[in-house]
């Protein structure tokens, strides 16, 4: 199956050279381009996947990730940022975003960020996004109190599991972690994004920290 790609970027240098890594990859095909927010959100049902850039003039990325990701749940956004840690990457995950990538990354990382991201998984590392994650959900959380009843309401098993990808860990980690099969561990989280009704796992990350579950700073899953 080709994954269809839609890059938006305001810089076409910048759309050219990302064109040209997408289509390098046999499973992947560039299906549009757009230079602003606007056109994203115009173009974006034809995609799997949409590389977004933030800081364009016009309607920048922010709005257009919000309002492609709730009229288009099955098509999946990818940040682009040119400092891994940024403030409006944060405000993109809260707003549907599956992850972000630095325009700096190689080749191989693009395509395979694209893929995960296509299949449903979150482009969420232990590392730089729970640095994200931290720096930016240390103040007290602002109305989570109907989303706090429903994890409130989750199983041990369901607290559990969003505990772990809040961490960073992918379905074969939690399967491996909790001595279940990589299949179980995709209905667990499947019915936890339910219950909560996100998104996607970059949610249920946002979820588990701003409800507390999940405290900034605290040392990662073993």
Excluded: C, W
């Excluded at 098509?75 to 990538?101: K, M, N």
């Excluded at 991201?117 to 103040?139: C, D, K, N, Y």
């Amino acid at each position: 199956m080709t994954i269809k790609v839609l890059l938006v970027d305001d810089q076409a240098l910048v759309r050219a050279g990302f064109k040209v890594l997408v289509e390098a990859a046999p499973d992947m095909e560039v299906v549009g381009e757009a230079s602003d927010g606007r056109e994203a959100v115009r173009l974006a049902a034809r995609a799997d996947v949409v590389l977004m850039d933030i800081r364009m003039p016009g309607s920048d990325g922010l709005t257009a990730t919000r309002q492609i990701t709730s009229a288009l749940p099955d098509v999946r956004v990818l940040v682009l940022t040119t400092f891994e840690i940024d403030e409006y990457v944060f405000a993109a995950l809260r707003g549907g975003a599956s992850g972000f990538l630095g325009k700096g990354v190689e080749p191989t990382e693009l395509q395979q960020a694209i893929r995960l991201v296509a299949r449903g998984e979150a482009l969420l590392s232990p590392g730089a996004t729970r640095a994200l994650i931290g720096r930016f959900l240390r103040g007290p959380a602002q109305d989570v109190g109907a989303v706090a009843e429903r994890v409130a309401a989750l199983t041990e098993r369901e607290r559990e599991i969003l505990i772990l990808v809040a961490a960073g860990l992918g379905n074969d980690q939690i399967a491996e972690r909790l001595g279940i099969s990589p299949q179980t561990a995709k209905t667990h989280v499947n019915r936890t994004q339910a219950k909560l009704d996100a998104h996607d796992r970059a949610q249920l990350v946002m979820l588990a920290y701003e409800t507390g579950l999940v405290r900034p700073g605290s040392p990662p899953v073993a």
